[in-house]
């Protein structure tokens, strides 16, 4: 790797910092938790920039991260991989080709990280749609999202800005990365996340809490007590927040390592253990049928995209047990 390239690429460390981002609020304990995945996700894109973008390599140092934090840090490589390739269209593409190897047990992860080029550069959002996956490229426009709430946040949450270029279900998606980021920058207290919401229009709340749930599920800062305050504050949204907490169930599953934080969380939020709650999210995907149906070159245009629908169905059956639990 080139010094000038490390120079033009490589992120301080300031960037993830809590104090920096004016991100206030939270127990040490809370704030030393949330750092860590920026540290683990900034761990994982300079191994990438590091090595080149070699893959091996890339590979061997995501290795060497805790495996609690391996999902972010994998994240993070894969930002840097479809940044540079957005950068360098005339060389080979990195990003599949890690999508498809290193990165395929934290696919939802890497999926999420193809879209926060986004927040840096003025990319196409159909061409970035365009070339993912029918279902899960929606993902993208959740890590655009969040790359906003997170390093914009005062324009995020005390403005409310929708990117302008953003038209039709993208928005949607949009606001389920800035609720993910929300959990962050309210530094996991269940009061300050919901008195937030309260100040969005009622249709962008329930995305926003969706975004929540898989936060506080996958990244952590919860106990018990916390997920029941966070659960009785969604109100009305108990079913998009249970949503949000199946998918980081599913993914911390597909990546083989489910911490003691995500299976309270899952529990109290979904009224299902973590498995049970992954199982869930696999029938919902199942019963879409054929992916390639909906899969055009312009993916704003459906009423309702596979992947809404998807949640719609994860959403419609864990609102089942949440009742019961609630009962």
Same mark, same amino acid.
């Given at each position: 790797?080139?010094?000038?390239?490390?120079?033009?690429?490589?992120?301080?460390?300031?960037?993830?910092?809590?104090?920096?981002?004016?991100?206030?609020?939270?127990?040490?304990?809370?704030?030393?938790?949330?750092?860590?995945?920026? /540290? $683990? @996700?900034? +761990?994982?894109?300079?191994?990438?920039?590091?090595? =080149?973008?070699?893959?091996? %390599?890339?590979?061997?140092? *995501?290795?060497?991260?805790?495996?609690?934090?391996?999902?972010?840090?994998?994240?993070?490589?894969?930002?840097?991989?479809?940044?540079?390739?957005?950068?360098?269209?005339?060389?080979?593409?990195?990003?599949?080709?890690?999508?498809?190897?290193?990165?395929a047990p934290y696919i939802y992860m890497v999926q999420v990280a193809a879209g926060m080029p986004l927040g840096r550069l003025p990319l196409s959002i159909e061409g970035t749609l365009g070339r993912l996956h029918p279902l899960l490229r929606w993902l993208a426009i959740d890590g655009y999202g969040f790359y906003e709430g997170f390093f914009?946040?005062? /324009? $995020? @949450?005390? +403005?409310?800005?929708?990117?302008?270029?953003?038209? =039709?279900?993208?928005?949607? %998606?949009?606001?389920?990365? *800035?609720?993910?980021?929300?959990?962050?920058?309210?530094?996991?207290?269940?009061?300050?996340?919901?008195?937030?919401?309260?100040?969005?229009?009622?249709?962008?709340?329930?995305?926003?809490?969706?975004?929540?749930?898989?936060?506080?599920?996958?990244?952590?800062?919860?106990?018990?007590?916390?997920?029941?305050?966070?659960?009785?504050?969604?109100?009305?949204?108990?079913?998009?927040?249970?949503?949000?907490?199946?998918?980081?169930?599913?993914?911390?599953?597909?990546?083989?390592?489910?911490?003691?934080?995500?299976?309270?969380?899952?529990?109290?939020?979904?009224?299902q253990e973590a498995a049970a709650a992954a199982e869930v999210t696999d029938w919902a995907a199942d019963s879409l049928g054929d992916l390639s149906v909906g899969w055009t070159r312009r993916p704003q245009q459906?009423?309702?995209?596979?992947?809404?629908?998807?949640?719609?169905?994860?959403?419609?059956?864990?609102?089942?047990?949440?009742?019961?639990?609630?009962?």
């Open positions: 790797m080139s010094w000038w390239t490390r120079a033009l690429f490589d992120l301080p460390d300031r960037e993830v910092s809590f104090r920096h981002r004016g991100f206030v609020g939270g127990s040490p304990a809370k704030r030393e938790r949330l750092e860590s995945v920026g /540290r $683990s @996700f900034l +761990q994982g894109y300079r191994a990438a920039l590091y090595n =080149g973008g070699e893959l091996e %390599a890339t590979a061997e140092s *995501l290795q060497r991260v805790e495996e609690e934090l391996r999902g972010f840090a994998t994240e993070g490589a894969a930002f840097y991989l479809a940044l540079t390739d957005a950068l360098s269209p005339w060389r080979k593409r990195r990003y599949p080709a890690f999508a498809a190897s290193v990165g914009n946040t005062r /324009r $995020s @949450f005390d +403005q409310r800005r929708v990117p302008r270029r953003l038209r =039709g279900y993208a928005r949607r %998606a949009f606001d389920q990365g *800035l609720g993910r980021s929300l959990w962050f920058a309210r530094v996991a207290d269940p009061a300050a996340v919901a008195h937030t919401i309260g100040a969005f229009s009622p249709p962008r709340r329930g995305d926003l809490w969706a975004g929540v749930g898989l936060a506080s599920v996958y990244a952590g800062g919860t106990d018990e007590s916390l997920c029941s305050d966070l659960k009785l504050l969604a109100g009305e949204h108990q079913g998009d927040l249970a949503q949000g907490a199946a998918f980081a169930a599913k993914a911390r599953l597909r990546g083989g390592f489910v911490p003691d934080h995500t299976a309270t969380a899952c529990r109290v939020l979904t009224g459906p009423p309702e995209p596979l992947f809404e629908t998807w949640r719609r169905r994860i959403r419609g059956h864990l609102m089942k047990e949440v009742m019961t639990s609630c009962a």
